[in-house]
């Protein structure tokens, strides 16, 4: 018989923790260049992290779902549940940018503040707006950076989630082989010539189906690999992107990811296992997601206490305007935001994330207690 990975095995904190890794990392990428003290290559190319993020989902949803869903109804549960998860968090960051804008607004007209690098909405725009609530910002669109950024990666990740849902519902067991062509077809996209927007959508593709074949690799080998096989494969993507020049290799990520998942599931006495067990880590795991959506928010605020109330000088790099701080000012605010990010991502995840991802699941089963969640 093949071995299958049952929900337990899917939940293995090990793969939270890798998460919550990778979003830490994803939150140093974004705080500016305010000093040489960042300029170090792992921090420059940590926006791979994001394409882990999508072979992680592509890998858990895959072993969970693909079972599950017979029916139009099972697929309609299915992308309920995808949206209780991604939506109430994303719509609380939102309404915070968006409360921001209003401010400058207001600021702008009744006191004359003058002093802004861009005036309301015209970044952030009506437009912008309205997709961001449709979580179509980066789906083709060239409004994915708008309001909350990072948001653009659950943009086309809950419309991948669709379309997964709705090829396991047509085509059942064939659906991997499509799932092998789509996974191809973005990569060779992706190395050839091609536009930024599409680059958002095509990311996804390529990682979250081979998420699901490295997930249909697993359900059907029984191999174990040697303990110390998955700290290695992490210690070599970590020297990856210590030494990778900024946008060349990056389909690599693609490449690499893969066996790492794979190793941690196949041997859960594996060295890398333990690290990954530790408490801390699977906390962090745990508040991934609040995390990564939370940091840009603290990000803008800590540079506006050092812009507006500090009056930290500010210098033009590549056409955007970068405070200048000291090493000594650089480590206390990268300080300051790690420490303010991991208390709202503790909150929201508490108040938001896991009463609506709760609450989603109980809608989708007709029942008052939550099945188990994933």
């Not at 896991?354 to 207690?369: E, L």
Request: charged fraction near 15%.
């Amino acid at each position: 018989m093949q071995p299958r990975l049952d929900q337990s095995a899917v939940k293995i904190q090990e793969l939270e923790s890798l998460r919550g890794m990778a979003a830490l990392l994803v939150l140093f990428y974004h705080i500016p260049q305010w000093n040489n003290l960042l300029d170090i290559g792992i921090i420059k190319n940590s926006y791979l992290m994001v394409d882990l993020f999508f072979i992680l989902s592509g890998f858990v949803i895959y072993t969970v779902y693909s079972p599950k869903i017979h029916s139009t109804n099972d697929l309609y549960r299915f992308q309920f549940l995808r949206f209780g998860r991604l939506y109430p968090v994303h719509l609380v960051f939102l309404s915070a940018f968006l409360l921001i804008e209003i401010a400058k607004y207001f600021a702008e007209r009744k006191l004359g503040l003058s002093n802004v690098r861009a005036s309301s909405f015209s970044v952030n725009t009506p437009q912008a707006l309205i997709e961001q609530l449709f979580l179509l910002q980066a789906v083709l669109s060239n409004n994915a950076a708008t309001f909350n950024s990072p948001a653009w990666s659950i943009s086309v990740e809950f419309y991948t989630y669709f379309l997964f849902g709705l090829l396991v519902l047509v085509f059942k067991d064939r659906a991997v082989k499509i799932f092998v062509s789509l996974a191809l077809i973005s990569l060779f996209i992706l190395t050839m010539n091609h536009t930024p927007e599409s680059d958002n959508l095509l990311r996804c593709l390529a990682g979250f189906f081979i998420g699901c074949l490295t997930a249909q690799a697993n359900r059907q080998n029984n191999s174990k690999p040697n303990r110390y096989f998955s700290i290695t494969v992490l210690l070599f993507i970590i020297l990856f992107l210590q030494v990778k020049s900024p946008q060349h290799l990056d389909i690599l990520i693609y490449f690499l990811v893969p066996p790492l998942i794979f190793s941690i599931v196949r041997n859960r006495n594996g060295f890398l296992n333990k690290i990954l067990n530790a408490r801390i880590l699977v906390w962090l795991g745990a508040i991934s997601y609040s995390l990564y959506m939370s940091h840009s928010l603290v990000i803008w605020g800590v540079a506006n206490i050092f812009k507006r109330v500090l009056q930290r000088p500010e210098t033009l790099v590549d056409g955007v305007y970068v405070l200048q701080l000291t090493p000594l000012e650089t480590a206390a605010a990268c300080f300051t935001i790690i420490t303010a990010v991991l208390l709202l991502s503790q909150m929201t995840y508490i108040w938001i994330e896991k009463p609506f991802r709760q609450k989603s699941r109980c809608i989708a089963f007709g029942r008052n207690d939550p099945p188990p969640s994933i």
